[in-house]
């Protein structure tokens, strides 16, 4: 059977994220109950397949990206699976095509693609999501082990470790955020990093304030001098992993402070900290393709894996538009 959220048993949907290989934070009720909380910003989705005498066998959640200008929105309208869908460990090649075909179904109107990010590995059921309509695309990430605090300075680049000293010399210091308002401090470090580098759609504030609200996300901030000057949002697997969901920091302004490196450390530290044995730093781009925040992640001592994404293109001339315009915007 194919289920909607209306349908779907919230003790067994859990229940499978934190038991199955696949499970990540963003496949969790709390995951699409935060996206739903966000309806200027998102349309959320949820689809599952269960069996009589199994159960829960596999559940996708995800969200449908929204704009407030309408030809915006009409040429921007993406779907996103954060993690990838949320599979039983023996589930067959027929549920995960039922499940994808439902997802493909759902959408089909409303996205102009529709992306699974893959934190986990995929490659048994890769036949199976090819029969329901999505190629597989290349695409790397790194994995900390964050099982032993010590292990995990001592993996560090040398260079790592020198900027580490340097930037605790000049009294950084690390602290989670306590209000909205330093929330927002922060987000005006990561909006000035999308505007000036990334160059690609951020979310606006109120999803980070409803983030932390919900204590969704858990904010990292690197201050000098009582200023916030970098930081990391996480989102956390408890006994699982911790991802990191957006990290920033002002470096050139703040050369021998090194906030980016303080940001990603603290990050790894919390995890151990709490006893989450892995680190997710959520994408490292395509292989055999130059990318500067690729070689930024690779001196943290994480392991390279290469789990990719899956792409179901729905409106081929409009996504081909899309790809020129982003091509043209991060030139710029």
Known sequence: MVLTAAQIDQKAWKRLTLTCQTGTWFQLPEAYTFFASLPEIMEPFVVAVSTPELGLRAICVGYVTK??????????????????????????????????????????????????????????????????????????????????????????????????????????????????????????????????????????????????????????????????????????????????????????????????????CAGMNYAAEHGIPRYDMMGAGEPEVPYGVRDFKAEFGGKLVEHGRFLCVCKPLLYKIGSWGVKIIKRK
């Open 67 to 264: 704009e407030h200008n309408p030809v915006r929105q009409y040429f921007t309208r993406r779907a996103i699976i954060l993690g990838g869908p949320c599979i039983a460990d023996d589930c067959t090649d027929y549920e995960v095509a039922e499940l994808m075909q439902a997802v493909r179904a759902n959408l089909q109107d409303k996205a102009i693609y529709i992306e699974t990010r893959n934190f986990n590995d995929y490659s048994r059921w890769k036949a199976a999501f090819e029969s329901a309509g999505f190629s597989y695309r290349e695409h790397l990430n790194f994995h900390v082990d964050c099982t032993d605090n010590a292990a995990i300075i001592a993996r560090l680049s040398d260079n790592r470790k020198r900027q580490l000293r340097k930037a605790k010399a000049s009294e950084v210091i690390v602290i989670e955020a306590i209000n909205e308002a330093e929330v927002r401090g922060w987000y005006s470090v990561l909006a000035n990093l999308y505007r000036t580098k990334v160059k690609t759609p951020l979310f606006p504030v109120e999803f980070f304030v409803e983030a932390f609200r919900q204590r969704v996300g858990t904010f990292l901030l690197v201050k000098h001098n009582d200023t916030i000057i970098g930081g990391s949002m996480l989102a956390v697997l408890d006994g699982k992993c911790v991802y990191e969901w957006y990290e920033c920091g002002l470096n050139a302004e703040n050369k021998e402070q090194y906030p980016s490196v303080m940001a990603t």
